[in-house]
């Protein structure tokens, strides 16, 4: 696996990249071997959260200038998995929201480090309750969607009978396609998440492509430094260049 020493104005961080997300790790070696992230900000840190990066038009950025959007001209395939999760210290693809972007797809180059918190047990009982519950709303929406015409023509026609039926029908369907599939934490997640910490609500929903494996007292200095409104930091916090290491 490769490993890439970022070096920060407060500290150097060594990441390992995953073999597993090949996309995500062939892009992030070839822009850190070019020197593209050399000179740019983590332009948005959000204390007990994450540390972001990577944005090229935050390379000497007059404070007060709005950051967040830049990248080169193309995203990345998402490359979400299961077993690779938002612990502390993992490395993840930033990218646009769903509603923009329903097939998750990456920046071509922003990335944040998790922070989070430490989760104690009934806190993740509570989180996986309204995991299930929101898998099952997803699910029943999604069966909508493909009944689509048919629910229109009900509608059309008034037919309250036949409507009340397919939404039982299609909310059925949703349980059992979800009991087939449970949302929920693996063993080894609910370990990391009640020990070292992380950001378990993020699971699922970005690419987690590496974790850090020196320099995690850094990201601690960096997440809790102050920050201004867009949440930039006061004073900035520079990666002043990227080392690609055997």
Not at 106 to 129: A, D, H, T
Request: glycine share 10%.
């Amino acid at each position: 696996m490769a490993n890439i020493k970022i070096s920060t104005s407060l500290g150097d961080i060594t990441v390992r990249l995953y073999d597993d997300t090949p996309i995500h790790r062939d892009n992030f070696l070839k822009l850190a071997s070019e020197g593209y992230y050399n000179g740019t900000l983590f332009h948005r840190v959000i204390r007990d959260f994450m540390i972001q990066g990577g944005d090229p038009d935050s390379k000497g950025a007059p404070a007060g200038k709005q950051l967040g959007v830049g990248g080169p001209d193309y995203t990345l395939q998402a490359e979400i998995k299961p077993h690779l999760f938002h612990k502390r210290g993992a490395l993840c693809a930033a990218r646009l929201g769903d509603e923009v972007n329903p097939n998750r797809e990456s920046s071509g180059s922003q990335f944040y480090i998790v922070w989070g918190s430490v989760y104690n047990p009934s806190q993740l009982k509570q989180m996986e309750k309204q995991m299930k519950q929101n898998q099952v709303a997803v699910t029943f929406n999604d069966l909508v969607s493909y009944h689509k015409e048919e629910i229109m023509n009900m509608r059309r026609n008034r037919d309250r009978a036949g409507l009340q039926a397919m939404q039982e029908q299609l909310l059925k369907e949703a349980e059992d396609i979800c009991k087939a599939n449970p949302a929920g934490f693996t063993e080894e997640q609910a370990q990391a998440y009640t020990t070292v910490g992380g950001t378990p609500h993020l699971d699922g929903q970005y690419t987690v492509f590496g974790e850090v494996t020196d320099g995690l007292d850094v990201v601690e200095k960096i997440q809790g430094v102050k920050t201004l409104r867009g949440d930039r930091p006061c004073d900035d916090v520079q990666v002043i260049a990227m080392t690609v290491e055997a």
